[in-house]
T-cell receptor, first 109, second 115 residues
C-alpha cells in the first residue's frame, strides 16, 4: 500500500531563508507527483506537477525535484516571504492521488 | 470562470440526519472527486467519477453515496450522518483524470460537524 510521508510536520523560519520541504513515498510505481498549497480554511492550490519521467519542475521561486527510485521529492522555496505561510501537501499519483499529511510553514518578518 | 464551487460552506447535523453536498465545476472537466480531510490523516478519496452518469468508490466510501447526473455537478450524500463523518470535505475536478496525469482543481471545502 502506497504511503506518503512529509517531514517536517511544521516549520517556522524568518523571512528570506531558503527552505526545503521533504516528501517520501513507499512505492516507486507512480505516474506523477504533485505539490499543493493549502491556506487555512481554504482549498488546495496546485503548485507543481512532476511526471514520473521528469527530474524537476520550476515555477518562480519554487523548485520541485523527484527521485522516483529512492521514493523522494523535495520542494525548494527560495527567499521565503511571509506570504508563503501555508500548509504544503505532496501527493503521488498511482491510480489515485495519495496525499501526505503536509508541512505547516510559517515565515515571519 | 468560477472554477470549482461547493455548497454549503458549513453545516451542523445531528446523528442520523441526512444531507447532500453539492459540487459544481465550470471547466468542462470529465473527472470529479470527493475527498475528506481529517487532522493527521491527510486527504482521503471517498468517491470519484470519470464522466457523466458514472461513479466509483475510493478509499473510504462507506456511509456515503454519490451521483453525477450532469457533467458539471457531483453530489455527495450522507444518508444517516455519524459523528465519525465530522470532517472537511473537498471536491476536485480534472480534465484527463489520474492516469492522464492532469492536475486536480479543488473547491474551497465544506466543514461538516455531526453531533
Amino acid at each position: 500500500k502506497q504511503e506518503v510521508t512529509q517531514i517536517p510536520a511544521a516549520l517556522s523560519v524568518p523571512e528570506g531563508e531558503n527552505l526545503v520541504l521533504n516528501c517520501s513515498f513507499t512505492d516507486s510505481a507512480i505516474y506523477n507527483l504533485q505539490w499543493f498549497r493549502q491556506d487555512p480554511g481554504k482549498g488546495l492550490t496546485s503548485l507543481l506537477l512532476i511526471q514520473s519521467s521528469q527530474r524537476e519542475q520550476t515555477s518562480g521561486r519554487l523548485n520541485a525535484s523527484l527521485d522516483k527510485s529512492s521514493g523522494r521529492s523535495t520542494l525548494y522555496i527560495a527567499a521565503s516571504q511571509p506570504g508563503d505561510s501555508a500548509t504544503y501537501l505532496c501527493a503521488v499519483n498511482t491510480d489515485k492521488l495519495i496525499f501526505g499529511t503536509g508541512t505547516r510553514l510559517q515565515v515571519f518578518p | 470562470n468560477a472554477g470549482v464551487t461547493q455548497t454549503p460552506k458549513f453545516r451542523v447535523l445531528k446523528t442520523g440526519q441526512s444531507m447532500t453536498l453539492l459540487c459544481a465545476q465550470d471547466m468542462n472537466h470529465e473527472y470529479m472527486y470527493w475527498y475528506r480531510q481529517d487532522p493527521g490523516m491527510g486527504l482521503r478519496l471517498i468517491h470519484y467519477s470519470v464522466g457523466e452518469g458514472t461513479t466509483a468508490k475510493g478509499e473510504v466510501p462507506d456511509g456515503y453515496n454519490v451521483s453525477r447526473l450532469k457533467k458539471q455537478n457531483f453530489l455527495l450524500g450522507l444518508e444517516s450522518a455519524a459523528p465519525s463523518q465530522t470532517s472537511v470535505y473537498f471536491c476536485a475536478s480534472s480534465y484527463l483524470g489520474e492516469v492522464g496525469a492532469d492536475t486536480q482543481y479543488f473547491g474551497p471545502g465544506t466543514r461538516l460537524t455531526v453531533l
